[in-house]
């Protein structure tokens, strides 16, 4: 509950989900437990939700490296999965392998304005003739794109149109595709999940939970003034945030042509305190962060945590083993970040002038603070991991949680939303 006026957090509740019922259930509960009044219609709600998985988006371009390229990091900007990247012109083989990756959006991309447009319309007819019902966004090039929507259109497939990603070689402009992307997630996926019965649900929810994390994190860079990374540790995957403050030498000739993306976010599937323990230690073995001896006991306690992800520590040894496996999934997503694995970069991200690390997630927000400190010291002292370290970041933990609220603020309550992240700032 926010005080949209002073932007102050004002009460907050967190209860169990209920998605083995009907998520909304969980949904009133909380809000009946953050406050009295919040239910009488008169306080608005802004809601977000990963809708059991979060947007998985395959993105189909023109060439590897520029177009595809291009798509991929707006995806990863949307806070959406990538699940697929494909370039070039669909064949069976293509197709069989984009429907495999059980993407909720397909992003359509190809070409710069004026520029190539036969591989877009290739694409186009290819899903036109497959009858295609899996939303796309067409956001290629533009003297093309008012046909294919009709063509796509004419065929049955739910399509959006938004501004070419890549409209000049080297100039990347996510914004149009980012915000189409999200309103295809509400229109069209969010109320297919099974969530809750009934239109309610739909109606309720304003965005992505990550792109909602996204969003606050771009506000909270703005109030900064700087470079920072958010780290989110989840039970399941493990999401790293970065902006940066764009390098006027990236519009020489040196300039990727894909475009650079300033603001990126990657998720790391196999990182996880509870679902995807065992992926941690198999990570952080290869990353040779686990030595021989202490493999073993992390192995067996990672089977714990798979086989009941709601299971709590009861004591301070079982807290450190979560201490341990956050540490581990946060630093090994941190190497893939900065090393550019996932984000569409092949030189990576450069963290140096980092000024704030952010830790958020459960196993974080309710660690002592001891243990949550450790976390992300064992982040900016990984000295061993290939990427360059932030050379001055002060780490601090989201312990309210409020950059999803942040981010569901910003648009419509843009002042409150900056004053709740300003805690964050010290």
């Not at 501004?163 to 969010?190: C, E, K, T």
Request: aromatic fraction near 4%; include cysteine; hydrophobic fraction near 50%.
């Amino acid at each position: 509950m926010v005080d949209l006026a002073g932007g102050g957090l004002v009460s907050a509740a967190a209860v169990p989900t209920t998605v083995a019922s009907d998520v909304l259930h969980g949904l009133d509960a909380a809000v009946g437990a953050a406050g009295v009044g919040l239910g009488s219609g008169e306080v608005p709600w802004f809601v977000c939700s990963s809708a059991g998985g979060g947007l998985r988006l395959a993105v189909i371009g023109y060439e590897p490296l520029v177009t595809a390229q291009a798509g991929r990091r707006v995806g990863l900007s949307a806070g959406a999965d990538v699940v697929h990247v494909a370039a070039g012109r669909l064949g069976r083989a293509e197709l069989t392998a984009l429907r495999a990756a059980r993407a909720d959006v397909v992003l359509l991309v190809g070409g710069t304005d004026g520029g190539d447009a036969e591989t877009l319309t290739h694409n186009a007819t290819r899903l036109a003739r497959a009858r295609w019902r899996v939303p796309v966004v067409l956001a290629g090039n533009v003297d093309v794109r008012d046909d294919l929507h009709g063509l796509l259109a004419g065929a049955g497939v739910p399509v959006t149109v938004a501004d070419n990603v890549l409209p000049r070689i080297g100039v990347l402009a996510p914004v149009s595709a980012r915000a189409a992307i999200r309103q295809v997630f509400l229109r069209h996926v969010i109320g297919g999940k099974g969530l809750s019965r009934g239109g309610r649900f739909a109606r309720l929810v304003r965005a992505a939970t990550p792109d909602a994390v996204l969003s606050g994190v771009e506000v909270l860079a703005d109030v900064a003034g700087g470079d920072l990374v958010v780290v989110d540790v989840g039970g399941a995957t493990t999401d790293v945030y970065s902006v940066l403050t764009p390098d006027e030498r990236a519009s020489g000739p040196g300039r990727e042509v894909a475009g650079e993306l300033w603001r990126a976010r990657t998720v790391e599937g196999d990182l996880g305190v509870r679902w995807s323990a065992p992926g941690v230690v198999r990570a952080a073995v290869e990353e040779r962060l686990v030595a021989a001896g202490e493999g073993d006991g992390l192995a067996a306690e990672a089977a714990v945590r798979a086989a009941d992800p709601g299971f709590l520590p009861a004591d301070a040894v079982g807290r450190a083993v979560d201490a341990r496996f956050a540490a581990l999934a946060a630093t090994v997503a941190l190497r893939r970040h900065a090393r550019g694995v996932g984000t569409g970069e092949r030189s990576g991200r450069d963290l140096r002038d980092v000024r704030l690390l952010v830790g958020s997630g459960g196993v974080l927000r309710h660690a002592p603070d001891g243990d949550a400190a450790g976390v992300l010291d064992a982040v900016l002292s990984d000295h061993a991991g290939g990427w360059a370290l932030p050379r001055a970041a002060r780490p601090v933990v989201d312990a309210d949680y409020v950059l999803a609220a942040a981010g569901l603020l910003a648009g419509e309550h843009p002042v409150a939303a900056r004053a709740l992240l300003r805690p964050l700032l010290g």
